[in-house]
């Protein structure tokens, strides 16, 4: 008994094995980043760009850990961040970075925040089921729609857009629509992520009634493989009641910069024809350090009322959660 309790002193004296990520978080990164990695650097430590707290949840929690293994290993300069930020690849092994990211990362200290793993590639029809703090900008044919969203705590995002159509009438404002989503479950583990959420659409512009949509987004990376996304929306009108049902479904696959994808749009509504579209199209990562991407694709009809015309799509995003619009790159 004696025997360990002396071990267990002696272990405690000497603090945590030097290749932990604790013990390599105190050798590189406490003269900026603070003892306790709430951003307070050293007083003899002069920096340009104040270092990030590391116990602020939202930012840690929202990239992944191979970005952070990246930034780590490449230093800021690589990712168009502050020079202020090393590159120590040369300083340590693959693991020894892996094991300071995880323990930076784990200072947030707080359960229950959708991990980065989970932020999928934007697609163009299935609603994202992770909440976002983004700005999207989308073209469709001769519609236009101008998205916000902002993430509220842990699992909630707030949506505004507003919709406009320059095609030759005298009322070119399309009308608005308000969004609430709330991720009900996530799992690292099996890379999934759940949300429901609920979009009101009000009678402006050309919009005559009243438009609520329940929905149900979930995303999905098993083995790393595959991105799967989709939705499940019903559509309530002001004058008809329940008007239908709309089945969204895309697969995607990484390939660096680039993530090809193809969703599929089944719309059934309680009246009139059903309509099926097939939605091709490839997202790229505009910026360095990912925060500015974009997609471009189309829209090829397959059932549904005539005419059924292709129509190209594209969007360009920023999400401001990660950084300023012109840092990055």
């Given at each position: 008994?004696?025997?360990?309790?002396?071990?267990?002193?002696?272990?405690?004296?000497?603090?945590?094995?030097?290749?932990?990520?604790?013990?390599?978080?105190?050798?590189?990164?406490?003269?900026?980043?603070?003892?306790?990695?709430?951003?307070?650097?050293?007083?003899?430590?002069?920096?340009?760009?104040?270092?990030?707290?590391?116990?602020?949840?939202?930012?840690?929690?929202?990239?992944?850990?191979?970005?952070?293994?990246?930034?780590?290993?490449?230093?800021?300069?690589?990712?168009?961040?502050?020079?202020?930020?090393?590159?120590?690849?040369?300083?340590?092994?693959?693991?020894?970075?892996?094991?300071?990211?995880?323990?930076?990362r784990s200072l947030c200290g707080e359960q229950g925040w959708p991990p980065g793993e989970l932020?999928?590639?934007?697609?163009?029809?299935?609603?994202?089921?992770?909440?976002?703090?983004?700005?999207?900008?989308?073209?469709?044919?001769?519609?236009?729609?101008?998205?916000?969203?902002?993430?509220?705590?842990?699992?909630?995002?707030?949506?505004?857009?507003?919709?406009?159509?320059?095609?030759?009438?005298?009322?070119?404002?399309?009308?608005?629509?308000?969004?609430?989503?709330?991720?009900?479950?996530?799992?690292?583990?099996?890379?999934?992520?759940?949300?429901?959420?609920?979009?009101?659409?009000?009678?402006?512009?050309?919009?005559?009634?009243?438009?609520?949509?329940?929905?149900?987004?979930?995303?999905?990376?098993?083995?790393?493989?595959?991105?799967?996304?989709?939705?499940?929306?019903?559509?309530?009108?002001?004058?008809?009641?329940?008007?239908?049902?709309?089945?969204?479904?895309?697969?995607?696959?990484?390939?660096?910069?680039?993530?090809?994808?193809?969703?599929?749009?089944?719309?059934?509504?309680?009246?009139?024809?059903?309509?099926?579209s097939f939605y091709p199209q490839v997202w790229i990562r505009l910026s360095r350090l990912g925060?500015?991407?974009?997609?471009?694709?189309?829209?090829?009809?397959?059932?549904?009322?005539?005419?059924?015309?292709?129509?190209?799509?594209?969007?360009?995003?920023?999400?401001?959660?990660?950084?300023?619009?012109?840092r990055g790159w």
């Amino acid at each position: 008994m004696l025997a360990g309790l002396a071990l267990a002193l002696t272990v405690a004296v000497q603090g945590p094995p030097p290749d932990s990520g604790a013990a390599l978080f105190a050798s590189w990164c406490k003269s900026c980043h603070g003892a306790d990695g709430r951003g307070t650097p050293a007083a003899s430590t002069r920096l340009e760009v104040p270092p990030a707290d590391l116990h602020e949840c939202k930012g840690s929690t929202a990239e992944t850990e191979d970005r952070w293994v990246r930034i780590v290993t490449q230093g800021g300069a690589a990712f168009g961040l502050s020079l202020d930020m090393p590159a120590f690849g040369e300083a340590g092994t693959p693991a020894q970075i892996r094991a300071v990211v995880r323990y930076a990362r784990s200072l947030c200290g707080e359960q229950g925040w959708p991990p980065g793993e989970l932020n999928f590639p934007r697609a163009f029809l299935a609603e994202k089921a992770y909440p976002e703090d983004e700005v999207v900008i989308t073209d469709q044919a001769r519609g236009q729609e101008y998205i916000y969203e902002h993430r509220l705590g842990k699992r909630f995002q707030f949506e505004a857009s507003a919709r406009t159509a320059l095609d030759g009438q005298a009322q070119a404002f399309d009308g608005v629509t308000g969004a609430l989503k709330y991720n009900v479950w996530n799992s690292l583990e099996r890379r999934a992520l759940v949300s429901l959420g609920l979009e009101a659409t009000p009678p402006l512009g050309r919009q005559d009634v009243w438009e609520v949509e329940p929905f149900l987004a979930f995303g999905a990376h098993p083995r790393r493989a595959l991105v799967v996304q989709g939705e499940v929306v019903s559509t309530w009108e002001e004058s008809d009641g329940f008007s239908g049902m709309s089945y969204r479904l895309g697969v995607g696959h990484e390939l660096g910069r680039f993530v090809p994808m193809l969703e599929a749009g089944w719309t059934v509504p309680t009246t009139g024809e059903r309509a099926l579209s097939f939605y091709p199209q490839v997202w790229i990562r505009l910026s360095r350090l990912g925060h500015v991407a974009g997609s471009c694709g189309a829209e090829l009809p397959a059932v549904g009322p005539e005419p059924r015309h292709p129509r190209l799509i594209a969007f360009v995003l920023w999400d401001f959660g990660d950084a300023s619009l012109f840092r990055g790159w």
